[in-house]
């Protein structure tokens, strides 16, 4: 098994910066690909943002673009979410995800994932 924590979330004015952080226990996989995803209140579960294992592969939902940026540190186990220029709308339950049976391709679909963390609330108001 897989235990994945989040912290890191919180109330942040709009403009402003917050960093998420993934922490992975347990079960170790030599491919995977860890993935944000958040969930609003009364709206699906959706895609934020994914990495590679090996860092070299990235990719974001057209919302978050530019000015999220995903990234780890595999020393830590620790999977990181940059997020830059909040805004109102950025304002979800943030959760990590890992993808275990992953080649070459980030997974955007909550299905795909096989481990999930917690969640991590962020509100962004003034």
């Known amino acids: 098994q897989v235990q994945l924590v989040e912290s890191g979330g919180g109330l942040v004015q709009p403009g402003g910066s917050l960093r998420l952080s993934c922490a992975a226990s347990?079960?170790?996989?030599?491919?995977?690909?860890m993935g944000w995803f958040r969930q609003a209140a009364e709206k699906e579960r959706e895609f934020v943002a994914g990495?590679?294992?090996?860092?070299?592969?990235?990719y974001y939902a057209d919302s978050v673009k530019g000015r999220f940026t995903i990234s780890g540190d595999n020393a830590k186990n620790t999977w990181y979410l940059q997020m830059n220029s909040l805004k109102p709308e950025d304002t979800a339950a943030y959760y990590c995800?890992?993808?275990?049976?992953?080649?070459?391709?980030?997974?955007?679909?909550?299905?795909?994932?096989?481990?999930w963390g917690q969640g991590t609330q962020v509100t962004v108001s003034s």
């Open positions: 347990g079960r170790t996989f030599s491919r995977y690909a």
């Open positions: 995800a890992l993808d275990a049976k992953y080649t070459w391709r980030i997974r955007t679909t909550t299905r795909e994932y096989d481990y």
């Open positions: 990495v590679s294992w090996s860092g070299t592969n990235t």
